[in-house]
């Protein structure tokens, strides 16, 4: 199957400074990628939907100034948490999407990265 | 409620057979998924099925899909330790973008 990377895939930083994670798609054009973010023991929330060239469609109750999300080429988007505190710290996972061709499209999910905000 | 649900917890022995559970809000889902998410790692695809469909089998794997009910289930024949992982149910939206949403997921235990 395709192959979807992530990095870094675990960072630590300080409170107050922001934080970049890159999701790229390796074998394949990603024209939508998506931005989860997973609790313990609950499911993987969805962050925010991106399609390449636009800007992102943010799901209610996450805020776009706080994780921006540039989706600039096909195989590339990133997620930037800026100003992190300790309550952003998490397991965050992107996933991606070739164009849609027909009925079924899966869906390609990267590693993950877990953000530790100190 | 979530949208979709399924137990935190499973915990059988090696060779048994596991049956894990979901149960979702979207009639018009026109997907459902079983993920599978080893420590550490993203989610894996495991298997799918389409929503007009009742069983689908592949290999070890057998999905059972009761839309009436709205009720998904995942059993894995003859269990084996490496199949120790959390289990995510999801169903695609038949609208909204297509969105894919998933349960909390179910830790597979398996005991030697």
């Known amino acids: 199957g395709a192959v979807v990377s992530q990095h870094p895939s675990r960072v630590i930083c300080k409170s107050g400074t922001s934080v970049k994670i890159e999701c790229r798609s390796l074998?394949?054009?990603?024209?939508?990628m998506f931005w989860y973010r997973q609790f313990p023991k609950k499911s993987l929330m969805l962050m925010a939907t991106?399609?390449?060239?636009?800007?992102?469609?943010?799901e209610q109750g996450v805020e776009k100034d706080k994780f921006l999300i540039n989706h600039a080429s096909l195989t590339l988007s990133t997620l930037t948490v800026t100003s992190a505190h300790p309550e952003d710290s998490s397991f965050y996972i992107c996933s991606a999407r070739e164009r849609v061709q027909g009925a079924y499209n899966e869906q390609f999910f990267g590693p993950g990265t877990r953000l530790t905000v100190l | 409620g979530e949208d979709v649900e399924q137990s935190l917890f499973l915990s059988v022995r090696e060779g048994d057979s596991s049956v894990i559970n979901c149960t979702y809000t979207?009639?018009?889902?026109?997907?459902l998924y079983w993920y599978k998410q080893e420590p550490g790692a993203g989610l894996q695809l495991l298997t799918y099925i389409f929503s007009n469909m009742d069983m689908k089998q592949d290999q070890r794997l057998t999905v059972l899909l009761n839309k009436k009910d709205k009720h998904l289930s995942l059993r894995i024949a003859d269990t084996q330790t490496g199949d120790s992982a959390i289990y995510f149910c999801?169903?695609?939206?038949?609208?909204?973008?297509?969105?894919?949403?998933f349960g909390a997921g179910t830790r597979l235990f398996v005991k030697a």
């Open positions: 991106s399609n390449e060239g636009s800007k992102a469609t943010y």
């Open positions: 999801a169903e695609k939206k038949s609208g909204g973008g297509f969105k894919t949403i």
């Open positions: 979207d009639s018009s889902s026109t997907y």
């Open positions: 074998d394949f054009q990603a024209t939508t």
